[in-house]
């Protein structure tokens, strides 16, 4: 079932690895397949050097296993709740990368600080309120997705969440851009960071030069890359 989708999220999660975003377990990657509606998503706790794409777990928009012989990420609830509340989203990934958490941990979410960040996102990456005990006692990973979803106000135009004191999440229409997303959050969080230790008083970038850099890329007047 879904052997194809399994092969792709099997390698971008492995892709996570390649890319520095992940040590140990502490990351996963999920896809929907768009005409079933089913969900792909890394098995809980299986090392990546061991883990192969027979071993994605399948389940349905409940979170109920439809294949697999491993039980799916412990974060499957926050996937599901940001599918549910974005149709638009083909993949979504979770990582502890260590810039962009070292803004989570700190409550704040990451400048846009230079034209590299205003080409991926279109202005600053959000962080979250951090989870009240209630939320994090009842239904912590649901409560996750939630507390994501109050921050966002347009998943393709800023597609990355800090979660506060926790770490990152991101998403697109596939796997592999959510991964590309996850990657370029990393990167602008460590310019970020060396922004700021070189001038503390630097400010943001203009929203001119913002536009510019962001439209190019993305809307209908797009003109980077090839047709």
């Known amino acids: 079932m879904l052997e194809e989708l399994k092969k792709r999220v099997y390698d971008q999660n492995i892709s996570l690895v390649s890319h520095g975003l992940v040590v140990l377990t502490w990351g996963n990657v999920s896809a929907r397949d768009a005409e079933t509606g089913l969900i792909v998503i890394k098995p809980s706790g299986v090392a990546y050097n061991t883990m192969k794409a027979e071993d994605m777990v399948v389940v349905d928009a409940n979170g109920e296993v439809v294949e ?26 979770h990582t502890h990368s260590a810039y962009a958490t070292a803004f989570a941990q700190s409550g704040r979410g990451i400048p846009a600080y230079g034209t590299t960040h205003a080409d991926a996102f279109y202005g ?23 507390v994501i979803a109050e921050s966002v106000t347009d998943v393709e135009a800023i597609p990355a969440m800090l979660v506060k004191n926790h770490g990152v999440f991101t998403w697109g229409a596939t796997p592999e851009k959510a991964v590309e997303n996850a990657v370029t959050v990393e990167e602008v969080a460590k310019m970020a960071l060396f922004t700021e230790r070189l001038n503390p008083g630097a400010p943001k ?23």
């Not at 697999?68 to 989203?89: A, C, E, I, V």
């Not at 979250?128 to 939320?135: A, D, F, Y």
């Open 68 to 93: 697999g012989h491993w039980r799916p990420s412990s974060d499957l609830p926050t996937h599901l709740y940001l599918y549910k509340q974005y149709p638009s989203l083909g993949g979504i990934v």
């Open 124 to 146: 600053d990456v959000p962080c979250s309120r951090p989870l009240t005990n209630e939320e994090i006692d009842e239904a912590y990973e649901w409560n996750t997705g939630k």
């Open 205 to 227: 970038i203009e929203q001119h030069l913002l536009d510019k850099h962001y439209f190019r890329k993305h809307g209908k007047n797009a003109y980077y890359g090839q047709k």
